[in-house]
């Protein structure tokens, strides 16, 4: 485990939020980002990759912020800030998709995926962060 946390802390801080923001915004802001023919899944599947791509931004914040704060526990108040900030990037989407007149509009229940992956991410990793954080240091 102290060589994952060493290899991660030589990257450069939020370089992980930064590369999730990125392809996200791809992903949600562009026309048309899987091509012509996207996969057809099963109906709703879509507010499924909403919790994923927002939690697992939630995931690489919080991931950031102990690399920053040399591996320290995170608060219920940072996690729960960090779920609030992500859900308020999910609500700029939204109405970003709908003002870009791209053919992409304003969707309630994506915004309540996004929402819902951010905060479930957040306490998931409150309840667990203690499997990395007690861990001995070589």
Not at 2 to 29: Q, Y
Not at 110 to 119: K, M, N, P, S
Request: with cysteine.
């Amino acid at each position: 485990m102290e060589r994952i946390r060493k290899s991660l802390s030589k990257w450069p801080p939020a370089i992980l939020s930064a590369i999730t923001v990125l392809i996200i915004l791809w992903l949600t802001l562009a026309p048309k980002p899987l091509g012509d023919d996207p996969p057809q899944l099963f109906p709703g599947a879509d507010k499924i990759v909403h919790a994923l791509m927002f939690g697992f931004l939630t995931a690489m914040m919080l991931l950031d912020w102990q690399r920053i704060n040399n591996w320290k526990k995170v608060s219920w108040g940072m996690s729960t800030l960090y779920g609030v900030a992500v859900s308020f990037f999910g609500i700029f989407i939204e109405c970003a998709q709908n003002l870009m007149g791209l053919g992409r509009g304003f969707d309630w229940w994506d915004i309540l995926a996004d929402v819902t992956g951010a905060f479930l991410v957040a306490i998931i990793w409150m309840l667990s962060q203690h499997f990395w954080i007690n861990i001995n240091k070589e």
